[in-house]
């Protein structure tokens, strides 16, 4: 089992910058991927980012290439999303979840965490 803990939501205006991050407890050692989901109202989850735990690989949605940025530090077992020249459309609750090296599925999800961006 892996337990996921995000925070750093808040409300922010567009142009702004937030830094989310995600700090995983349990077997820590299981872990592969970590990624960032986000879901706002009336819509489906969409993907974020992920990075992988190993080789620190990054990938990202079209949508925050370029304003995003995940990283991690594994003695801390956390991951972060730092969130550059933010738009109304960023919207959501942002969620982190985790890969299993034994699975290819996000198999734990964190609570959430709003973020909230005035125009």
């Known amino acids: 089992q892996v337990q996921l803990v995000e925070s750093g939501g808040g409300l922010v205006r567009a142009g702004g910058s937030l830094r989310l991050s995600c700090a995983a407890s349990?077997?820590?050692?299981?872990?592969?991927?970590m990624g960032w989901f986000r879901q706002a109202p009336g819509k489906e989850r969409e993907f974020v980012a992920a990075?992988?735990?190993?080789?620190?690989?990054?990938s990202y949605a079209d949508s925050v290439k370029g304003r995003f940025t995940i990283s991690r530090d594994n003695a801390k077992n956390t991951v972060y999303l730092q969130m550059n020249s933010l738009k109304p459309e960023d919207t959501a609750v942002y969620y982190c979840?985790?890969?299993?090296?034994?699975?290819?599925?996000?198999?734990?999800w964190g609570q959430g965490t709003q973020v909230t961006v005035s125009s």
């Open positions: 349990g077997r820590t050692s299981s872990l592969n991927t």
């Open positions: 990075i992988t735990w190993s080789a620190g690989s990054t």
């Open positions: 979840a985790v890969v299993p090296r034994v699975s290819r599925t996000y198999d734990y």
